[in-house]
């Protein structure tokens, strides 16, 4: 099955769901009207249908390696590589001062689903390079600017970031690479790194790396790490890659899927570094970049969703089993269920990346502060909802396929083993609600509740052409405000206790509005009927969800380590 690229669903959520009228309205992003957005939409679209899906099962069945210290990459990744950089999709937000496009992010969130539909594995590439040019524009030097940017933006040189260590895991803090000053401004780094997405490649003049280290003297935990610029080669006098510095790739891991993206153990012994920012401050330097990467795993999970359903629907339209209106198992109820499920699940989880890289290019045009409010909170959302939804179509569409998904040569397995990762990297999926009803609640709700506030506004516009949707919609917004309040009055181990459900059922609501307000949009569509579906059908599990975090922590912590022990 060939990958299509879901431009019209683009389409519609910019005009008339997420509001991206809005972003073209601003000073910063008044070039990038709605034509020009589907202009670039449709040639990026061009690029991953052609180039980038045929690579997908390419990368699983001949995978990245190493021989001999050098990372090989899969067949055709250099080609499908170049095609993305001559694009100049690896950072079409980027500033153009330094050779980017300047777009708005949204428009680069919806090229990033494109991309990771066609090819997970290698989409990974650029999106560890446009965090890296995210970071350096905020952070780095003058001097680093000047050198660096210019390649990364052209992907010349590509970009990664190198946080976990052996024994910390998510415990950034607990890391132990060491930063000695060399007298001269740099610095000599030390230290070993795991899980480094693309730590390597070879189609690239330049590996850059992101490293996090800590100077001598400085205090424990994630208050006295720094952050260093780490190249493979050393820029010589002109600028151009010269001698190769003092680190490796020690091994690459043998993962569940991603076969085509090489994750590197990479080992820094005295390599050359210069600092990214202010010592000691390294975490705020280096979450410029995760934040990057949270909305852009988020949408990994979306595009593979896509994908995953869309070779589901093909499967269903062409596989004959049994009796149906169809002729193939399409027409089965049960079969009809899971692909509405699975679209339906999708649209939602990508208005709420869109409307999540909206809120992002608001704060970065107009520095409002309900805007970033509105990012940060939308974030950890985006991120592990998006990757939730991904595992779960991917899942489904192994199940449509029956026994024939449990078979590689389908490809439908594929989709996910490749998946599985994205709700465990960039921060767990755990992390990010804990994130959602800490930092994101310290506010006493504010930024939830105007969001709240707008969700029921799209109810009551709605009540006229859809008053079930509307009254359903309504009141599952109300019972997730509730929530919100009861949370905001617990104390954190009792938020934390009912977390992930508190991040679902948020989501659920979210997606509702979005697939009411597309219903708005197209009333005699089907849109108007897949938010029918939604509502009706996925809608009703936020109320367990609600429940579920409403319950604090008690049944949970009463449960001993032994009661867990079989």
């Known amino acids: 099955m060939s990958y299509r690229a879901p431009l019209d669903s683009y389409r519609l959520l910019l005009a008339d769901v997420v509001g991206y009228d809005r972003v073209a309205a601003t000073d910063r992003f008044s070039e990038a009207s709605m034509e020009t957005v589907e202009?670039?939409?449709?040639?990026?679209?061009?690029?991953?249908?052609?180039?980038?899906?045929?690579?997908?099962?390419?990368?699983?069945?001949?995978?990245?390696?190493?021989?001999?210290?050098?990372?090989?990459?899969?067949?055709?990744?250099?080609?499908?590589?170049?095609?993305?950089?001559?694009?100049?999709?690896?950072?079409?937000?980027?500033?153009?001062?330094?050779?980017?496009?300047?777009?708005?992010?949204?428009?680069?969130?919806?090229?990033?689903?494109?991309?990771?539909?066609?090819?997970?594995?290698?989409?990974?590439?650029p999106l560890m390079t446009q965090g890296q040019?995210?970071?350096?524009?905020?952070?780095?030097?003058?001097?680093?600017?000047?050198?660096?940017?210019?390649?990364?933006?052209?992907?010349?040189?590509?970009?990664?970031?190198?946080?976990?260590?052996?024994?910390?895991?998510?415990?950034?803090?607990?890391?132990?690479?060491?930063?000695?000053?060399?007298?001269?401004?740099?610095?000599?780094?030390?230290?070993?790194?795991i899980y480094i997405t693309w730590g390597d490649n070879d189609f690239t003049g330049n590996v850059c790396h992101l490293v996090l280290a800590r100077l001598p003297g400085a205090v424990p935990g994630t208050k006295g790490i720094s952050l260093f610029l780490v190249p493979k080669y050393l820029p010589d006098a002109d600028g151009n890659p010269g001698v190769a510095n003092t680190l490796k790739v020690?091994?690459?891991?043998?993962?569940?899927?991603?076969?085509?993206?090489?994750?590197?153990?990479?080992?820094?012994?005295g390599a050359t570094g210069w600092l990214v920012g202010?010592?000691?401050?390294?975490?705020?330097?280096?979450?410029?970049?995760?934040?990057?990467?949270?909305?852009?795993?988020?949408?990994?999970?979306?595009?593979?969703?896509?994908?995953?359903?869309?070779?589901?629907?093909?499967?269903?339209?062409?596989?004959?089993?049994?009796?149906?209106?169809?002729g193939t198992i399409i027409g089965h109820a049960d079969v009809r269920r899971m692909l509405a499920t699975m679209k339906a699940q999708t649209f939602a989880a990508r208005a709420i990346g869109l409307a999540t890289a909206v809120a992002i290019d608001m704060a970065n045009a107009t520095g409002g502060a309900e805007w970033t409010a509105r990012a940060a909170l939308l974030t950890p959302i985006a991120k592990a909802f998006g990757t939730d939804t991904g595992i779960?179509?991917?899942?489904?569409?192994?199940?449509?396929?029956?026994?024939?998904?449990?078979?590689?040569?389908?490809?439908?397995?594929?989709?996910m083993r490749d998946v599985r990762v994205t709700a465990i990297y960039e921060g767990t999926n755990g992390i990010q609600a804990m994130d959602l009803v800490g930092r994101k609640l310290m506010d006493g709700g504010e930024a939830a509740y105007r969001l709240m506030d707008e969700i029921c506004t799209t109810a009551e516009d709605a009540r006229g052409a859809f008053p079930d949707l509307a009254e359903a919609l309504w009141q599952a917004t109300e019972d997730l405000r509730e929530t919100t309040e009861a949370l905001v009055a617990m104390e954190p181990a009792a938020r934390f206790a009912g977390a992930?459900?508190?991040?679902?059922?948020?989501?659920?609501?979210?997606?509702?509005?979005?697939?009411?307000?597309?219903?708005?949009?197209?009333?005699?569509?089907?849109?108007?009927?897949?938010?029918?579906?939604?509502?009706?059908?996925?809608?009703?599990?936020?109320?367990?969800?609600?429940?579920?975090?409403?319950?604090?922590?008690?049944?949970?912590?009463?449960?001993?380590?032994?009661?867990?022990?079989?």
């Open 278 to 326: 202010e010592e000691h401050d390294g975490m705020r330097a280096m979450f410029t970049m995760m934040n990057n990467a949270r909305l852009g795993v988020g949408v990994q999970g979306i595009g593979v969703a896509e994908g995953a359903f869309q070779h589901a629907l093909a499967y269903a339209q062409e596989r004959k089993q049994g009796r149906s209106p169809e």
């Open 39 to 125: 202009a670039v939409l449709t040639e990026a679209g061009r690029m991953c249908e052609e180039v980038l899906a045929p690579l997908r099962r390419q990368g699983d069945l001949d995978p990245a390696r190493l021989e001999n210290g050098v990372v090989r990459t899969s067949k055709g990744f250099a080609e499908g590589y170049a095609a993305i950089a001559e694009g100049g999709w690896v950072a079409s937000s980027a500033d153009p001062a330094h050779g980017g496009m300047g777009l708005p992010l949204t428009v680069t969130t919806c090229v990033n689903d494109m991309m990771s539909a066609a090819c997970l594995a290698l989409q990974l590439s």
């Open 392 to 415: 779960e179509v991917a899942s489904t569409g192994v199940q449509v396929h029956g026994g024939m998904g449990y078979v590689e040569e389908t490809g439908a397995a594929q989709f």
């Open 500 to 566: 992930v459900p508190f991040l679902r059922g948020f989501a659920l609501v979210l997606g509702a509005g979005y697939h009411l307000r597309a219903a708005m949009a197209r009333r005699e569509g089907g849109e108007a009927r897949l938010a029918r579906f939604y509502i009706e059908r996925i809608l009703p599990e936020t109320a367990g969800c609600l429940a579920h975090a409403r319950s604090g922590a008690d049944s949970l912590m009463a449960l001993s380590p032994e009661d867990l022990v079989a």
């Open 133 to 193: 040019i995210e970071a350096l524009e905020h952070h780095a030097s003058d001097a680093i600017k000047a050198l660096y940017l210019p390649k990364l933006v052209t992907g010349e040189w590509a970009g990664t970031m190198n946080l976990t260590e052996p024994q910390a895991g998510s415990d950034v803090g607990a890391l132990t690479t060491r930063a000695e000053p060399n007298g001269d401004g740099s610095y000599a780094i030390t230290g070993q790194k």
């Open 250 to 269: 020690v091994s690459l891991e043998h993962k569940l899927g991603l076969h085509g993206s090489p994750t590197c153990v990479m080992e820094y012994d």
